[in-house]
């Protein structure tokens, strides 16, 4: 088989090409051998991107001497806790649109023949999992690592944090100012992606689940040593995977035969066990897409009720941190235990040519004889301040091997028999909804509760802050989803801000917005249909009682279907006004505007609505 670069290397009609290739740095001898395109998202702006600079030439030149042509391009990073709490964060899911654009523009467009994908953050790595599916070309990824945990003296009593406990301590009305200079101090020591289970790290350990990147890569933290030998070893990997695929006609290398139905099962899987943000929902459904199996909304529910919680990580377990997970053996440990329960396809090809069963069993860490798996498992953090990467070799002096009580348990001993998120349905959400029931207080599982309507994250904001929003009450957040907001903001100021203020446990919060994976609580989201497309969340009113029940995967408005009649038919009645909120004043970008004209809904992963584009192109073609 023909490399896709030789359309821009061989023969006399590419003389200009070559010469251009040679003024990038490409030597003569170098045509005819596979380019690599590294996809590097360095950004000063992101801590888990801001150590990735000179790993992008470190990578380049590991290429190289593993006989690939190595051609670095950047791509955007938005991060979603800077963006958080105002208007920026419009910019954070369409930035995944973007990204993916990215990658396949600088691909298709110098016909690059595979693809090292340096990703770490929230939408960064599910954009590059969307392009490589949409290319489907040899891929590989290796993430920037997580963050350390940090050390916060806190009224007499040192605690472990990470960045969500800033919102907590600066959200409490009895915090000091000097209380909360100190967390602010502590929260974020090192670069890496935020050292709780958010939606970073939920997709970095995703992406080793899936197969799609090499053990370690979702758990290593970011400052240690070992995980310059990921970087080095997938670049040399990923020249194999080209020769293996151009060369031989190995096709099951290729990002659609790893991230087929039965892998994108196993990352589902995976997710449930870990408790991971509700956005993994969201992404692996526009991943899915790209990758044209045939996957939705209704699987995520079937493997919810079929499988265990086997591990908690903050915020859904206080002071228990991503640095934690991998003491215990990180997500090859937890692949390992769902494989002997029975709940993992162990057939399922990997980026290292391996079966995932092969793969789980080289590095489980109960083994004694996995010496590798168990130096690997070690690497620790190093609790000094650094946002330079491999600059410490700190190691655990024992590792987590209890799975009855430990950080990563098993199936006989799981949190709990059904997974860390749950999909639910109602006349509210006809269509689906989402919330990571790991993080959900016992008694929150069944409540019943008050509406209080805000058509923003801000108005609601206020209402919490000033007392409007009591114990009982459901804050209902709308137009926020793709199209309304247009965007689907993350709602982790106000759902921390009801933590700090007591109301954790005793209130909740339902929106067609969506989470942070950093969001604990009875926080609802995705609400679909979303109240821009006419969904029932648009005729909600303040009085109106909600129910929630988690066990039975159900949430309904308490309120009649002839008296939503009504209210539906009033809303039409608005004319241009219906289906828009009435409260809110806010600028959209022309940017925004062309994202939400053609954002699908949550329940489909709220990536490009294909249908309502071939609309579009007919209302064109007619004039």
Not at 309 to 328: G, N, T, W
Not at 554 to 562: C, G, I, N, Q, Y
């Amino acid at each position: 088989m023909k490399l896709r670069s030789d359309r821009v290397t061989q023969g006399a009609m590419n003389t200009g090409a070559r010469a251009l290739w040679r003024a990038t740095g490409t030597r003569p001898e170098e045509f005819g051998r596979p380019i690599i395109g590294i996809a590097n998202s360095f950004t000063e702006m992101v801590p888990g991107h801001v150590h990735l600079q000179a790993l992008g030439r470190l990578v380049a030149r590991e290429i190289r001497a593993a006989g690939g042509v190595p051609k670095e391009f950047n791509t955007i990073a938005v991060d979603d806790g800077i963006a958080m709490g105002h208007e920026g964060m419009m910019y954070s899911l369409p930035s995944r649109d973007l990204i993916a654009d990215a990658c396949e523009y600088m691909a298709n467009a110098h016909a690059i023949d595979a693809m090292i994908c340096l990703s770490n953050c929230d939408k960064i790595t599910p954009a590059m999992l969307m392009a490589a599916n949409r290319l489907n070309i040899p891929t590989i990824f290796v993430s920037g690592g997580p963050m350390e945990s940090g050390k916060f003296d806190f009224r007499g009593e040192t605690k472990r944090v990470d960045a969500i406990d800033t919102i907590y301590v600066a959200g409490d009305p009895t915090a000091t100012q000097a209380e909360i200079d100190a967390v602010e101090e502590a929260a974020c020591p090192t670069c890496g992606s935020c050292a709780l289970m958010g939606t970073a790290n939920s997709m970095n350990c995703l992406t080793e689940a899936l197969g799609m990147a090499l053990p370690g890569n979702g758990t290593i933290v970011a400052t240690h040593t070992d995980r310059e030998g990921l970087f080095k070893k997938a670049a040399h990997r990923i020249v194999d995977m080209a020769k293996a695929h151009y060369r031989d006609g190995d096709d099951s290398l290729l990002p659609r035969s790893i991230c087929s139905r039965e892998g994108l099962e196993n990352a589902v899987r995976m997710t449930m066990a870990i408790g991971g943000s509700t956005n993994t929902i969201l992404h692996l459904l526009a991943v899915a897409r790209e990758a044209g199996a045939d996957f939705s909304i209704d699987d995520f529910d079937r493997i919810s009720r079929d499988t265990p919680c086997l591990c908690k990580v903050s915020p859904s377990a206080h002071e228990v941190f991503i640095e934690d997970m991998h003491r215990a053996g990180g997500v090859m440990a937890v692949a390992h235990e769902l494989l002997k329960a029975g709940k993992y396809n162990g057939n399922v090809p990997t980026v290292l040519g391996q079966s995932v069963t092969d793969y789980c069993v080289d590095w489980d860490i109960t083994n004694p004889d996995n010496e590798d798996a168990r130096k690997l498992f070690s690497a620790g953090p190093g609790g000094i301040r650094s946002i330079r990467a491999f600059s410490q070799s700190s190691r655990f002096k024992e590792l987590d091997t209890d799975r009855e009580n430990g950080v990563i348990r098993s199936a006989e001993h799981a949190f709990t028999k059904d997974g860390g998120l749950a999909v639910l349905r109602g006349n509210l959400a006809p269509d689906s909804c989402v919330i990571k029931s790991a993080g959900v207080p016992d008694n929150l599982w069944q409540f019943r509760g008050t509406a209080i309507v805000s058509e923003s994250m801000e108005e609601a904001l206020e209402k919490i802050q000033n007392g409007t929003v009591q114990a009982g009450h459901v804050v209902v957040i709308r137009y926020e989803g793709p199209r309304g907001g247009p965007g689907m903001r993350e709602m982790l100021t106000p759902t921390g801000v009801m933590k700090a203020m007591g109301l954790g446990d005793k209130a909740a919060l339902i929106t067609d917005g969506r989470f942070s994976g950093a969001t604990s609580g009875l926080s609802v989201g995705h609400i679909s249909p979303e109240a821009a497309s006419g969904g029932v969340i648009a005729l909600v009113q303040d009085g109106d009682v909600i129910e929630f029940d988690i066990p039975n995967r159900r949430v309904h408005l308490d309120v009649s279907d002839d008296e939503l009649a009504r209210r539906r038919d009033e809303m039409n009645a608005r004319g241009d006004k219906a289906w828009k909120p009435v409260t809110r004043q806010r600028d959209i970008s022309t940017a925004l505007r062309v994202f939400g004209l053609v954002a699908g809904s949550a329940d489909k992963g709220g990536a490009r609505d294909t249908e309502r584009l071939a609309r579009l192109e007919r209302l064109s073609a007619e004039g």
